[in-house]
């Protein structure tokens, strides 16, 4: 789920990122949701078993056992992958044990933990993320496993389920965008209007705070879910290709236009709920889910779920694309993550085979259908796939992603990871802290300098 950063130095060089584009003309018609190609997701464990039942469709040459790490350990993923290796273990005559972490652990352990004996499958992420770990040799090549899915996904989703050497290395099983939530009840009571620039996003906080709200619930104890807004900021003044050409170093961190993000973010922060360097997201999402706040900035694989998860009013949330700030580039882009499944390098001998089963069944349209009958904010990826249970959220994220022009991954996914975890979340960590003026060059300074010691070595 998500985006948890791996708190680790990293020496490795940047690495090159292809440019994430979506396809557009997405159908939903009679409460289904059609999908045409190309649409664009060993620690301490805890131990599920999946009950494989009786062997179904694909079952045979890759019967046996795996085990497969999983940090989809909130309530609502948890029961949407349980579902999903229930599934998977039918069709394929597999049994499967999910070995669920603590979804900050396992990121936080990730290396150590693939270079030990880790399980067979583990749940990670598409484009840098994977190409990282799978350029240091701790992920297996899947390549006789695409030559039977490849027809299911489109280029984009197939480019970022390869390495840097062309082979792929994961399998992709849904995404979802980053966007500001509401809930229809306090916008209708308050007359609020869906800001679409960022003057009218601004002049919407002011009254939401003279109103008694708080504008913005915001919370940053974790690190990682304000490098959204930073994306999102740097997305809507500089567009999508000064943002990757960002992060991976090809421009410095000293730029005017970084500047400009910094500054911009300054202006939004009062309205922003305080402390939240030590508040975890969660609790936000119960700030808007009570009403007490007006708006928050997040993906759908959280504050949607979260609202599940909470029992709270689903049909009440809402949400709209974060504002246009630069009208030249407008609301073209956004950060929608994808999410799926790798295979690991140190895997038990006996249990690759079954592996590569089991993905083969991961990687269809029938499998995404079946994780989606659970999870109500995510999105398919698969060419073809028809989602009866879609509620207004799903369809709602399936537009909104369409109509971008290019969608990136996140900035832990999107530039190397260690400088994400050790030099970024702190700097952004300090700003939140202290977003004077005054402080934003110096914190450039620091970052940059940091950068060309990561990026160079």
């Not at 599920?48 to 469709?57: D, I, K």
């Not at 700030?287 to 928050?296: D, F, I, P, V």
């Not at 590569?356 to 659970?374: P, W």
């Not at 399936?398 to 969608?407: E, G, L, N, R």
């Amino acid at each position: 789920m998500s985006h948890r950063v791996t708190p680790q130095s990293s020496s490795a060089a940047a690495m090159p990122t292809s440019r994430r584009s979506v396809l557009k003309g997405l159908a939903v018609t009679l409460g289904a949701t059609a999908f045409p190609a190309g649409l664009l997701t060993a620690c301490g464990t805890s131990t599920t078993p999946s009950s494989s039942g009786s062997s179904g469709a694909g079952a045979g040459a890759g019967a046996g056992s795996v085990t497969f790490g999983s940090n989809y350990s909130d309530p609502a993923p948890k029961d949407a992958f349980a579902a999903l290796t229930q599934a998977a273990g039918q069709k394929t005559g597999t049994d499967i044990k999910i070995n669920t972490v603590d979804h900050n652990t396992f990121q936080n352990n990730i290396n150590s933990y693939l270079q030990a004996t880790p399980d067979a499958l583990f749940t990670w992420f598409a484009g840098y993320r994977m190409q990282f770990f799978a350029q240091q040799g701790l992920i297996e090549p899947i390549d006789d496993v695409w030559q039977k899915i490849g027809a299911n996904f489109g280029p984009a989703a197939q480019s970022l389920s390869k390495g840097l050497d062309g082979k792929f290395y994961f399998v992709p099983i849904y995404n979802y965008p980053w966007v500001v939530f509401y809930n229809k009840s306090t916008f209708k009571e308050k007359g609020y209007e869906v800001p679409t620039t960022w003057d009218d996003y601004m002049a919407l906080l002011k009254k939401m705070k003279s109103d008694g709200l708080t504008p913005l619930a915001f919370a940053d104890k974790d690190g990682w879910p304000a490098l959204g807004t930073f994306d999102i900021l740097n997305l809507r003044i500089n567009g999508y290709d000064f943002h990757i050409q960002l992060m991976k170093h090809e421009v410095p961190w000293t730029d005017p236009r970084v500047t400009q993000v910094f500054t911009q973010w300054a202006e939004m922060l009062p309205y922003a709920q305080p402390g939240s360097t030590g508040r975890i997201w969660q609790d936000a999402v119960k700030t808007l889910e009570s009403k007490k706040a007006g708006l928050m900035f997040q993906g759908t694989n959280q504050v949607a779920a979260q609202y599940v998860t909470d029992g709270k009013d689903l049909d009440d949330l809402d949400f709209f694309p974060f504002p246009a700030i630069n009208p030249q580039f407008g609301q073209d882009y956004m950060d929608a993550p994808t999410d799926g499944f790798c295979l690991a390098k140190n895997a038990k001998e006996d249990s690759v085979a079954p592996a590569k089963k089991v993905l083969e069944y991961l990687g269809t349209a029938e499998a995404e259908a079946t994780f989606l009958k659970t999870d109500q904010w995510d999105v398919a990826l698969a060419n073809g796939a028809t989602i009866p249970t879609y509620n207004d959220i799903q369809k709602k994220s399936v537009d909104v992603i369409s109509k971008c022009k290019a969608v990136s991954q996140f900035m832990d996914r999107d530039t190397d990871p260690g400088f994400a975890s050790n030099v970024m979340i702190p700097s952004i960590q300090k700003f939140i802290n202290d977003p004077s003026t005054g402080g934003i060059k110096s914190l450039q300074d620091s970052i940059e300098a940091q950068a060309k010691t990561i990026f160079t070595n």
